[in-house]
């Protein structure tokens, strides 16, 4: 069974900073694109930020040149380094990644809250 957990949430002051981190465990073959969502409440959970195995990134127009997404494939990790907050950021993080396990399909961890407040 695969999990994806991640960790690194909690609360900033506006400027400040945070590092999420997601790691996938059980039994897995190879790990293709994985992303970071964020879902505020009364809001759709949009996409921030992708990383496919080749180390091709991709960010929302409203994360890019604060947010950093990168991964370590020997840990099965990924990482969503998070910079000049702003409380507009302020929303539960969610990793996503597609998965050769048993099957091929793509997985969710369980969400870690992210508060922008001074």
């Known amino acids: 069974q695969v999990q994806l957990v991640e960790s690194g949430g909690g609360l900033v002051q506006p400027g400040g900073s945070l590092r999420l981190s997601c790691a996938a465990s059980?039994?897995?073959?190879?790990?293709?694109?994985m992303y970071w969502y964020r879902q505020a409440p009364g809001k759709q959970r949009e996409l921030v930020a992708t990383i496919t195995n080749g180390g091709t990134t991709n960010y929302a127009d409203s994360v890019k040149g604060r947010f950093t997404i990168s991964r370590d494939n020997a840990k099965n990790t990924v990482y969503l380094q998070m910079n000049s907050l702003e409380p507009e950021d302020t929303s539960v993080y969610y990793c996503n990644a597609d998965i050769v396990s048993s099957t091929y399909r793509n997985y969710w961890g369980q969400g870690t809250q992210v508060t922008v407040s001074s």
């Open positions: 059980g039994t897995i073959f190879t790990i293709y694109t």
